[in-house]
């Protein structure tokens, strides 16, 4: 297995591996069932609909959730596709949106304060560095064998 496809597969693996582990074991220094990282992503989706019993208080908040749950619809439905059948540019471009996807996602550590008043789990560890996985992968991919293609483009113009 090449090196681009052994990274895209890891990023498969932690993604899925923390769908099922926990992402929040405590809120506000108290202690609650772990929520799982698909019940995480569930409670993120409820941000699309504005109610006052919300759990994300301020329009950033719920900008920030909206913006997780559509990185990862976009990692689910948009690698598998970029990954096999991209060109060269749509996997660059899909590479720098992963980039973009685990920077944005990185607010969840801060919006949660990891100083001891809400922790989180390896599940959100996990399905965070899956887009630094993919993205990496997706770079590799885009800028394997240029040197290759170059060499054959120019033996192709020398006269017979």
């Known amino acids: ?4 496809h052994f990274l895209i597969s890891a990023a498969w693996l932690f993604q899925g591996a923390a769908w099922f ?3 929040v ?3 506000l220094g108290g202690s609650i069932n772990p929520i799982t990282g698909w019940g995480a992503s569930l409670l993120s989706s409820t941000a699309f609909w504005r109610r006052t019993d919300t759990v994300f208080g301020t329009w950033y908040e719920t900008v920030l959730a909206t913006g997780s749950v559509v990185t990862t619809v976009l990692f689910i439905f948009g690698s ?3 990954a096999v059948r991209g060109s060269r540019s749509a996997r660059r471009v899909s590479a720098w949106v992963a980039v ?3 920077v944005l996602n990185s607010h969840w550590y801060v919006l949660l304060r ?3 008043v809400s922790r989180l789990g390896i599940g959100y560890f996990l399905w965070s560095f899956s887009f630094v996985l993919l993205a990496i992968g997706l770079f590799d991919l885009a800028y394997e064998n240029h040197g290759a293609e170059f060499t ?5 113009l020398l006269p017979r």
Request: charged share 15%.
């Open 1 to 4: 297995m090449r090196r681009p």
């Open 21 to 23: 582990l926990p992402v």
């Open 25 to 27: 074991t405590s809120v």
């Open 80 to 82: 598998p596709w970029v």
């Open 100 to 102: 973009a996807a685990f």
């Open 114 to 116: 990891p100083d001891g």
């Open 152 to 156: 054959h483009s120019r033996a192709a």
